[in-house]
């Protein structure tokens, strides 16, 4: 007897391992679901937040949907696992929206490892979150265009942060900003001192000192000179935030002091108006990581910058290109006024240029020092650069625009052999108003002085006050008029105080010019005559005619457009929004809908809509496929004469002793059970039922007990866990599947239910189909129908309701079986369903039977 035991005992195990392949890929399932019921719930935190206008930081934003994104691809590689390879293309989709999501959300990333150098050759827009968007665009004019780039490299983020790290700074710097008074300069020149002094006295770390000194020995060699530029490289410096002369940079820095200046660079994150730049964002200084870039310097005869677009005027074809002798500090920080020429972005025709006295210049020694120099008398007043170099200039300016898809601010150099180099390219900072107020002429005998370069559009008026040192910026007056020599970025920390700003020199091309159009400041700089004006005199600024007028004139601001800008970061509560976008809205809603695929999945939220309905359809496919059902599950004892298979997929009952058979009152499945009860509730009908809508029931229920078993002869079956269903039940000459979800969490809940075939002729099959699926709308299902098939479901509600349609499913499932033999017409179709909405407790509405409909 041994072998018999021995071939039980492997008939046992083979039917375990096949038991168990099915439990697995049913356990794929539950977790899928679980991933994806908890991305849904990030979703909706995240929301909340946004309606509730708490959204934080964007360092707090990107972390969010960090969070979303790989709870979301868990899901993703879930449904892989489930349905196979044809879900592959959903990693795509995904990585598509974070990168649509990361363009939205310039900063606040974590640093990324990486390493501590990177060459200028090795870097594309790609890196620009590890060694900051100067050096990395600077990398992709240089590899990605091929474009005149000094040589050098960039010193990365993770540099920044492994500096930090190793001298224990960052709770100690965010410790000192999260009470300083944004709104005092004195304190921001407190805090900033202690903090500076914190960063420049610590030790670079070994391995990071060891990492910037090969890198810079190996660029004095290709080069073969000794003194180098460092420049900041400031996550998200030069982005839609422009931190315009915020931070610093050095020239001719030499090995012996590289460190030195390398910590003044990281240092210069913390100038007073650095500081306020930052906090008066709502931002934290986690949310930038300072790279540096080292290059090459440029021994320049002519420097300047070039706008790709006239932030005064977008609509003019032509691209504005100012220039001042020898290197451009001068002009960037308004020391000089520039000069200036409109060149055609069509021909390179020059249509406009006005040149500038031009009395100094900074050029370099023969030792690569720098020094201020007297340019000639006969040589200040011509043009510092030739149309010729003019045409060079245009012509890689708008490559660059093309390359990076908007308009760009760009700086460049042309040496003393006439090669032409390009330092810099950031996005332009364009105002975009409407058409401006124009002061009547009738006020002109109002006008104090004019002809100044606008740079920002708009008016303001107040008091006069003239500020000629940073340390009175306490005491500038709020709505004051601001007139000052240069146009210092410091400045920004008072820009929202003041209702105007008037400087003496400087072009459009400075960084306050940048800073100015990107708060909508109104400001008008060259003004050489304007420290004349009283201090205290009540004045009008006209920006965008470059006029100053006398007295207050509120009337004329209210009747001036407000200068909205149009490149730069909206306020955060509409910049979140505008980032949620890509997260929250639902596209693919319907799966008969065509365009119900992967391709067709644009939102974080599509994926979980395509997932969630896909998982079903995947779980249904794969559970009715099971091979030897019969064999793998147990009988359900009940006096209903059905054969019904149930095979548990979170239970282990196989071995070779097992039991056969399982009573209904041991049912552990929640949608089984209240599915069964309705059965039974509604009972197999007995032939002395009274002859009533019953009794068609029970004369139906007894010619089957009379002889037509057969038609039940086959098995029915039902996968169960305690929260799961899905029943196939063979009823005659139809069959129907039913397939449920019932847990505490709404957002996983769902019942389907598939329902085919039929004895009678297909007119009559037509009649029960729609039926049917009025009833079950009538207590909130989705129908599909096409013939004699019907697709219902309703998803997303509470266990509870669940249970419940569950119950008159199993009610209706047997008071509507085989009633296709009765249904001879429409009338008696509506009568039957007018007679069953009364039986289960439910309304009815007077819909039509006719024809093949999709509800829902």
């Known amino acids: 007897m041994g072998w018999i035991r021995r071939l039980l005992g492997d008939s046992a195990q083979r039917h375990q391992e096949l038991l168990q392949a099915v439990q697995r890929r049913f356990s794929v399932f539950r977790n899928l679901l679980n991933s994806h019921n908890n991305s849904l719930k990030l979703i909706s935190q995240l929301e909340e937040k946004t309606q509730d206008g708490q959204v934080g930081s964007p360092f707090s934003l990107w972390g969010d949907f960090v969070k979303i994104r ?423 920390a008072v820009m929202h105080t003041i209702s105007a700003l008037v400087t003496m020199v400087g072009g459009n091309t400075s960084h306050l010019a940048t800073l100015a159009r990107e708060l909508g400041v109104p400001t008008v700089v060259g003004m050489a005559k304007a420290d004349q004006l009283s201090a205290r005199r009540e004045v009008t600024v006209s920006a965008g005619q470059g006029a100053i007028y006398d007295g207050s004139h509120p009337e004329w601001i209210a009747a001036s457009t407000k200068t909205i800008r149009s490149v730069s970061l909206p306020p955060t509560l509409d910049y979140a929004r505008k980032m949620i976008s890509p997260i929250v809205h639902l596209n693919v809603i319907h799966p008969s809908d065509p365009r119900f695929t992967p391709e067709n999945c644009f939102t974080v939220h599509d994926i979980l809509r395509f997932i969630h309905q896909k998982s079903m359809d995947e779980i249904f496919t794969v559970l009715k496929g099971t091979t030897h059902k019969e064999k793998i599950g147990l009988r359900l004892k009940t006096k209903i004469p059905l054969i019904v298979n149930i095979i548990y997929l979170d239970q282990d009952y196989i071995d070779a002793k097992r039991r056969r058979w399982i009573p209904e009152h041991e049912i552990r499945s929640r949608p089984m059970r209240a599915l069964w009860e309705g059965i039974l509730q509604e009972g197999w009908p007995q032939s002395h039922v009274p002859a009533d809508l019953k009794g068609f029931i029970a004369v139906m229920g007894a010619n089957i007990q009379e002889g037509h078993i057969p038609e039940f002869s086959e098995n029915s079956y039902a996968f169960l866990s305690q929260e799961y269903m899905l029943l196939n039940l063979r009823m005659g000459y139809h069959f129907s599947t039913i397939e449920s979800l019932a847990t505490p969490e709404p957002e996983k809940n769902y019942i389907r239910m598939q329902f085919k075939l039929g004895g009678a002729p297909l007119e009559r099959r037509m009649r029960r189909i729609w039926l049917i699926g009025e009833l079950l709308r009538l207590i909130g299902f989705e129908n599909s129908s096409q013939g004699d098939f019907l697709d219902s479901t309703i998803a997303y509600q509470p266990e509870d309701g669940i249970l419940e349609r569950l119950q008159l499913l199993g009610r209706i499932t047997i008071v509507t079986k085989q009633l296709d033999m009765a249904l001879s017409s429409d009338a008696r179709a509506r009568w039957y369903l007018k007679e069953f909405t009364q039986m289960l407790g439910i309304k009815t509405q007077g819909d039509s039977p006719h024809g093949n409909e999709t509800r829902g």
């Open 70 to 492: 790989e709870s979301v691809n868990e899901t993703v590689e879930y449904m892989i696992e489930l349905g196979g390879d044809a879900y592959i293309p959903l990693r795509s989709r995904l990585s598509s929206i974070s990168e649509e999501v990361e363009k939205l959300l310039p900063i606040g990333r974590p640093i990324v490892e990486d390493d501590y150098t990177i060459q200028f050759q090795g870097l594309s827009m790609e890196r620009a979150f590890s060694v900051g968007t100067k050096s990395a665009n600077l990398g992709e004019l240089k590899s990605g265009l091929d474009l005149p780039v000094p040589d050098g490299f960039a010193i990365s983020a993770w540099a920044y942060q492994r500096f930090l790290d190793a001298n224990q700074l960052k709770e100690k710097i965010n410790g000192l900003l999260k009470d300083v008074r944004i709104r005092h300069y004195h304190d921001l020149e407190i805090m900033s001192e202690d903090i500076r002094e914190a960063v420049t006295r610590r030790p670079v770390p070994d391995d990071l000192s060891r990492a910037i000194y090969g890198a810079f020995d190996d660029l004095a060699a290709r080069t073969g000179k000794t003194g180098f530029a460092l420049r900041s490289s400031a996550i998200a410096e030069d982005t839609s935030f422009s931190f315009a002369g915020q931070y610093l940079s050095f020239l001719n820095v030499h090995r012996d002091a590289l460190l030195d200046y390398y910590k003044q660079v990281l240092a210069s994150k913390f100038t007073p108006s650095a500081i306020y730049y930052l906090l008066s964002r709502s931002l934290s200084d986690m949310d930038f990581g300072m790279g540096v870039a080292c290059m090459e310097m440029v021994d320049a005869a002519a420097s300047g910058v070039a706008y790709t677009l006239d932030p005064l005027n977008p609509e003019g074809s032509y691209v504005v290109v100012n220039s001042v002798f020898g290197l451009g500090s001068y002009l960037v920080d308004g020391t000089l006024t520039p000069d200036v020429f409109h060149v055609s972005r069509a021909n390179r025709e020059v249509l406009f240029s006005r040149t500038s006295r031009k009395a100094v210049q900074l050029r370099m020694t023969s030792r690569e020092n720098i020094e201020q120099a007297a340019v000639p008398e006969s040589e200040q007043a011509r043009p510092s650069i030739d149309e010729n170099r003019l045409a060079m200039i245009v012509e890689y300016a708008l490559r660059i625009e093309e390359r990076f898809g908007c308009p760009q601010d760009i700086e460049w150099a042309v040496d003393r052999s006439g090669k032409l180099f390009l330092l810099q390219s950031r996005p332009l900072v364009i105002p975009r108003s409407k058409i401006a107020y124009t002061v009547p002429e009738e006020f002109n005998s109002l006008i104090l002085m004019d002809g100044g370069t606008p740079i920002c559009a708009g008016m303001g008026s107040g008091p006069v006050f003239h500020l000629t040192s940073v340390a009175d910026l306490d005491a500038v007056p709020q709505g004051a008029v601001l007139v000052t020599a240069n146009p210092s970025p410091y400045l920004v």
